[in-house]
């Protein structure tokens, strides 16, 4: 696939959305809670089904999952996994390879993550705890 096919490839944002909860280890029902009554596991699935969600959704479920926005409208994995491909291969220096200037340590961005799922972890415990006082 040339460079101008990638930049004409069309990105799922459902999917995208898919990947993002299930990295982050979010249920469709949790998600389906944070965004409201109006929303259920059926539902969430057939948000992720759709090639193009609307933007105000988009933009809710970015902020429930502590995301941007940017990045599940432009996560192209196809892509990622090629450049990774093409930039880490043996003998390979990152700098010098022309796809890109790695500025951030990678594991301090690890760290991020994991302290972002952990975060979120404890809000939805929080959540589910609060829900279950209601109930009793």
Same mark, same amino acid.
């Given at each position: 696939?040339?460079?101008?096919?990638?930049?004409?490839?069309?990105?799922?944002?459902?999917?995208?959305?898919?990947?993002?909860?299930?990295?982050?280890?979010?249920?469709?029902?949790?998600?389906?809670?944070?965004?409201?009554?109006?929303?259920?596991?059926?539902?969430?699935? %057939?948000?992720?089904?759709? $090639?193009?969600? /609307?933007?105000?959704?988009?933009? &809710?479920?970015?902020? !429930?999952? =502590?995301?941007?926005?940017?990045?599940?409208?432009?996560?192209?994995?196809?892509?990622?996994?090629?450049?990774?491909?093409?930039?880490?291969?043996?003998?390979?220096?990152?700098?010098?390879?022309?796809?890109?200037?790695?500025?951030?340590?990678? %594991?301090?961005?690890?760290? $991020?993550?994991? /302290?972002?799922?952990?975060?979120? &972890?404890?809000?939805? !415990?929080? =959540?589910?705890?609060?829900?279950?006082?209601?109930?009793?």
């Amino acid at each position: 696939m040339s460079y101008t096919d990638m930049q004409n490839k069309k990105i799922h944002q459902g999917r995208n959305i898919k990947r993002f909860r299930e990295m982050l280890g979010i249920k469709q029902e949790a998600l389906a809670f944070e965004l409201g009554d109006d929303w259920n596991q059926k539902k969430i699935s %057939l948000l992720e089904q759709k $090639e193009t969600v /609307e933007s105000d959704i988009l933009a &809710q479920v970015a902020q !429930i999952l =502590k995301v941007p926005a940017e990045a599940i409208e432009n996560f192209d994995e196809e892509q990622a996994v090629n450049i990774i491909a093409n930039t880490f291969h043996e003998g390979s220096v990152a700098n010098n390879s022309g796809y890109f200037n790695c500025t951030f340590n990678p %594991l301090d961005k690890m760290v $991020e993550l994991y /302290e972002r799922m952990l975060e979120q &972890q404890r809000e939805m !415990i929080e =959540k589910l705890e609060r829900l279950i006082e209601k109930r009793i």
